[in-house]
């Protein structure tokens, strides 16, 4: 049996880094793939808005608002892109205050603001609004800083996959933090596990080649992942835990895992969709 070609990444080269230049150069293609077939994102957005509460510290499960909503609700979205649809579908919703929209590209955060200043260019009088509600941040992930209980919601589409699967785990334990009580994160993690995803290349079965890097970090070795060399034009890097060690992850950082589905993306791959509630009586 064959070992497959292995990729080293270069000791200056992060998967943050792979990100960056990727979704730089081919932001335009990323947009029009993901706008041009089915998308589960606003099925479980839609999800999470149900279950947040007018004020999501207030009580224990859903409690429908008599009154139309106020704006209440922070978001924080990691790996926003372009801002569709996520993003400017948050920003109209009444009962959202305010959304932090968060990418590695400073590309993509373009492409966002340019739709914020069509927003701001129309007639709609709820435009300004709408665009004052979006605050844009070009940050990687792990570098992010937010007080505790800062957002009522936490949102991850396609993003936390590029990161080493430890560094999954430190964020899952972060954005724990900037929940509030009774808030909640959604994200889509890996459905098949860095090491299973290995075992089947070894066999010759899929077309990715393994990455690995080597070293020492705070004692522990530097994490694996796979790279894909042409995913829509560019170099991609993802990690991951696999769907029951990613729900452990969840739970040993103080999550309830609400709903956790197995979905196949049409065009895509097969992602475990999570969504996980800060219990109200976390006090962190």
């Avoid at 990727?22 to 932001?27: D, I, Q, V």
């Avoid at 924080?76 to 109209?92: D, F, M, R, S």
Wanted: aromatic share 6%; charged share 20%; net charge negative.
């Amino acid at each position: 049996m064959s070992t497959p070609p292995t990729r080293t990444l270069q000791s200056d080269e992060t998967p943050q880094d792979i990100a960056r230049k990727g979704y730089n150069a081919h932001a335009q293609e990323y947009l029009d793939w993901t706008t041009s077939k089915p998308s589960s994102r606003l099925t479980y957005l839609n999800k999470v808005l149900a279950l947040l509460q007018p004020d999501s510290s207030a009580t224990d499960g859903p409690h429908p608002p008599t009154s139309p909503p106020s704006p209440v609700h922070k978001v924080l979205e990691l790996g926003c892109g372009a801002g569709i649809p996520v993003t400017l579908h948050l920003a109209q919703l009444p009962q959202i205050a305010h959304v932090t929209a968060v990418d590695i590209s400073s590309t993509q955060l373009e492409m966002l603001r340019s739709n914020l200043v069509s927003i701001l260019a129309t007639e709609v009088s709820a435009a300004k609004t709408i665009a004052e509600k979006v605050e844009l941040v070009e940050a990687d992930m792990l570098e992010l800083a937010f007080e505790e209980a800062s957002f009522s919601a936490v949102t991850a589409f396609f993003s936390i996959i590029h990161l080493p699967r430890e560094d999954q785990r430190t964020m899952v334990q972060r954005i724990f933090g900037w929940l509030r009580p009774g808030g909640y994160l959604l994200a889509n993690f890996g459905a098949q596990s860095d090491d299973d995803k290995k075992a089947v290349a070894e066999q010759g079965n899929v077309s990715e080649v393994a990455a690995e890097r080597t070293g020492e970090q705070d004692g522990q070795a530097l994490k694996t992942g796979s790279v894909t060399k042409n995913w829509l034009g560019m170099t991609a890097y993802w990690d991951s835990f696999g769907p029951e060690r990613t729900k452990e992850v969840l739970r040993e950082a103080g999550f309830e895992v609400v709903v956790a589905d197995i979905v196949e993306e049409v065009e895509d791959a097969v992602f475990l969709w999570v969504i996980a509630r800060k219990p109200l009586a976390s006090s962190s």
